[in-house]
């Protein structure tokens, strides 16, 4: 992982991983990056299912208790499937998932308003209760979540047409196995979409009862990808994500020493769709006591 990090921290842009303008052999270094990580994952899952009762205490035990094992013994090009899919989630754990984590919860603190509310949301929720990490299961931390994605995605994502596609409202057609490039700052920044898209309104996300799902439906907010192929690990992600932040919001006092300027000072990633700030963003931890 550090190998393959480092090569694509020291790519001259941030898009040569999606376009072939890269030169060649960085093309075949960061190539070989990932094939020795999903070499790895490859080793790990055969010695796995060499176990009579595997443990279940991380992603990759929890896949393979849903998959048949005599499937897996017999076809070998599955170890291949499930170490490219394996090696893809931690790459975007390491990336967006954590983006996530720090820019969402940097938000609650430097909004008085927000960090009451958050912290009373938090208060109130039963960590033992399964539905507070599906969809709709905190309210108020998820609008923070949802305004901190549109606001802070600055890169793109793309996709691969299966067939001609035709494009609305317009006379081109995007031919079958062609790119296309998805601006995410378009949509997330669209004044149509969003009144006064530059400003940070959690709120703008209760204020209808259905918002957030219209939003996802008609392709306003990409929060884990579109279409039949988003995220594969968006439910994961998610749960990830409400623990941290509910484990902070119940046991520490929060204070952040971060000003507005610096929060809003971002420039674009070289990985995942989410901006990072140009200069650290900190808060300030204080153990509640017992």
Not at 15 to 38: C, E, G, I, T, W
Not at 184 to 197: M, R
Not at 269 to 275: H, I, L, P, T
């Amino acid at each position: 992982w550090e190998h393959y990090f480092h090569m694509e921290m020291n790519a001259a842009n941030p898009l040569y991983l999606l376009f072939p303008n890269a030169p060649l052999p960085f093309h075949k270094k960061v190539d070989q990056a990932r094939s020795k990580v999903m070499d790895m994952i490859e080793e790990d899952l055969r010695c796995r299912i060499k176990t009579p009762s595997p443990v279940i205490d991380d992603y990759a035990g929890l896949v393979l208790s849903t998959l048949d094992m005599n499937e897996l013994t017999t076809n070998p090009k599955l170890f291949r499937t499930l170490a490219l899919h394996l090696s893809g989630i931690v790459l975007a754990m390491h990336i967006n998932t954590t983006s996530s984590a720090a820019l969402t919860f940097i938000r609650c603190a430097s909004n008085a308003n927000y960090l009451k509310r958050a912290v009373q949301e938090a208060h109130k929720a039963d960590l033992t209760d399964m539905n507070i990490y599906m969809p709709g299961g905190l309210p108020f931390i998820e609008s923070v979540w949802n305004e901190t994605i549109r606001r802070t995605s600055n890169n793109i994502t793309w996709r691969v047409c299966v067939e001609d596609f035709a494009l609305p409202n317009t006379p081109y057609i995007a031919p079958e196995s062609s790119i296309v490039i998805v601006d995410l700052l378009s949509i997330h920044w669209n004044p149509q979409v969003y009144p006064n898209p530059l400003q940070f309104d959690a709120d703008r996300w209760s204020r209808s009862p259905n918002y957030f799902t219209e939003r996802v439906k008609m392709g306003d907010l990409l929060k884990f990808g579109m279409g039949t192929h988003p995220c594969l690990g968006n439910r994961f992600a998610e749960m990830q994500l409400k623990m941290l932040w509910l484990g902070l919001l119940k046991n520490y006092n929060i204070e952040c020493i971060t000003t507005k300027e610096d929060l809003d000072d971002l420039a674009p990633s070289k990985f995942g769709g989410m901006a990072q700030p140009k200069k650290p963003l900190r808060i300030q931890l204080n153990p509640l006591s017992s």
